[in-house]
């Protein structure tokens, strides 16, 4: 069975860092692209960033491009996301989910809140 | 203010049909395939139609889905309470700032 699990989410301050972990299993990771997509409390779905099979392609949204860096670990089956200066409005839910041809599937989501 | 412009909601009762519409620029639906994504109340979204018309196994074909020119339409026959939900287009714009971009999203109540 295909899936996926993220983890790292939590309180932080304004300004501070976190590190977001996608755990795959269940597919051959290497060979797909990956994304994080985020949801704010009550709102829609915002892309974050995208990552190849072996990392050559890299894209972020305008939001977090500067302050996101999304990473991955074939061997260890897992992708990442580095998030540094965070603000408020990053306060959401963030989903990891595969990429081909669509998103799909998605795990569970981590939420990330931005507070003082 | 989303890239993908979709119904902020949609109704109908049960066993009947509905569509909820999404529309795009020549960047993202006119050049890309469209995917779809239902999202169940506090749960995760999940794949419901990719590249404009298939759906993954195991979901019913009561889920369909079309795209014409720089639109897309979710068609959604037999409605069951259990379809209310959020439900996003979804697809790749290939525009200067290359993104995945999504509508706003079309809550579906099942009255």
């Known amino acids: 069975e295909v899936q996926l699990v993220e983890s790292g989410g939590g309180l932080v301050k304004p300004g501070g860092s976190l590190r977001l972990s996608c755990a795959a299993s269940?597919?051959?990771?290497?060979?797909?692209?990956m994304n994080w997509v985020r949801q704010a409390p009550g709102k829609g779905l915002e892309w974050v960033s995208s990552?190849?099979?072996?990392?050559?392609?890299?894209y972020y949204a305008d939001s977090v491009k500067g302050r996101f860096t999304i990473s991955r670990d074939n061997a260890k089956n897992s992708l990442y996301l580095q998030m540094n200066s965070l603000r408020a409005e990053d306060t959401a839910v963030y989903y990891c989910?595969?990429?081909?041809?669509?998103?799909?599937?998605w795990g569970q989501g981590t939420l990330v809140t931005v507070s003082s | 203010q989303s890239v993908l412009t979709q119904p902020p909601s949609v109704s109908a009762a049960p066993g009947q049909k509905v569509t909820i519409s999404c529309s795009g620029s020549s960047s993202n639906i006119g050049n890309n395939y469209v995917s779809w994504y239902q999202q169940l109340p506090g749960t995760a979204p999940k794949l419901l139609i990719y590249?404009?018309?298939k759906r993954p196994s195991g979901i019913p074909d009561r889920f369909s889905g079309s795209k014409s020119g720089t639109s897309a339409t979710l068609g959604i026959t037999g409605l069951q309470t259990g379809d209310e939900a959020d439900y996003y287009c979804g697809t790749w714009d290939s525009s200067l700032s290359a993104e995945w971009v999504f509508g706003g999203g079309t809550k579906l109540t099942v009255l």
């Open positions: 990552i190849s099979s072996s990392s050559s392609y890299i």
């Open positions: 590249e404009n018309n």
């Open positions: 989910a595969r990429v081909g041809p669509a998103l799909g599937p």
């Open positions: 269940g597919f051959t990771f290497s060979s797909y692209s």
